[in-house]
């Protein structure tokens, strides 16, 4: 695809329900990164994925954060039980390197909005 | 732990001026690279400027450069000729090889004024 994109773009969820959050990386890219964005500040790392492969889930804040992407392509961010404190903006980045990954450029998506009520 | 800090909340430039934004850093690491990134309002963030820290000579994209001390832990974003389109947030962020972690700072919002 032309560049990184996320669906849906606004999600509003009452508190205690599942919510699921679609990244669509641009084609061939092998590294796919999920941040959470809060209000004003920058960007914090949540998991990382080469290929289908979940290597790095460090920043998931907790057990009900999930991330997949089983395909190596398309990636999903869950959230069970969403609380108000997960209201944030949540970015999907994706860089065309794999090991080098850390090295290369990343490519941000639009981001999706959750607020949690 | 690594950290990342920008302590210029936002900053103002009169359009065709000059403006230097700062960044800090804090790392054990010897080998790492800095980037700036720019989040225009409403718009998708995009790379600016990467730094690699094995280098000495300061990167360079058209507009923008960095000054990158490695002794300080500094590496701040000078734009030159500012245009309105370079309003916008800007963050300073690190990585480490051996990890696909980014660190973000909290950002800079930069206004153009006319």
């Known amino acids: 695809g032309a560049g990184v994109s996320q669906s849906p773009r606004y999600k509003v969820a009452k508190r205690g329900q599942d919510v699921a959050l679609r990244c669509d990386p641009i084609s061939g890219h092998v590294s796919l990164f999920w941040y959470q964005q809060a209000l004003g500040q920058g960007p914090e790392f949540l998991t990382y994925?080469?290929?289908?492969?979940?290597?790095?889930k460090s920043g998931l804040p907790s057990d009900r954060f999930f991330a997949e992407r089983p395909e190596g392509s398309v990636s999903t961010l869950k959230i069970q039980r969403t609380q108000q404190e997960d209201s944030a903006v949540y970015l999907c980045?994706?860089?065309?390197?794999?090991?080098?990954?850390?090295?290369?450029?990343?490519?941000f998506g639009p981001g999706t909005r959750l607020t949690v009520l | 732990a690594q950290t990342v800090t920008q302590s210029q909340p936002e900053m103002s430039v009169q359009e065709a001026e000059t403006v230097t934004l700062s960044c800090t850093y804090d790392t054990s690491e010897s080998d790492y690279y800095l980037f700036w990134y720019k989040q225009p309002p409403s718009r998708q963030m995009i790379l600016v400027i990467r730094?690699?820290?094995?280098?000495?000579q300061n990167a360079t994209e058209n507009r923008f450069s960095v000054n990158f001390q490695k002794a300080a832990k500094s590496f701040s974003l000078k734009i030159s000729d500012s245009q309105l389109g370079d309003a916008a947030m800007y963050f300073c962020?690190?990585?480490?090889?051996?990890?696909?972690?980014?660190?973000f700072g909290t950002g800079t919002r930069l206004k153009v004024l006319a």
């Open positions: 962020a690190y990585t480490t090889s051996g990890t696909y972690k980014y660190i």
């Open positions: 980045a994706s860089t065309f390197e794999g090991g080098g990954a850390w090295a290369d450029t990343q490519y």
């Open positions: 730094q690699e820290a094995y280098k000495q």
């Open positions: 994925f080469q290929n289908e492969a979940q290597l790095d």
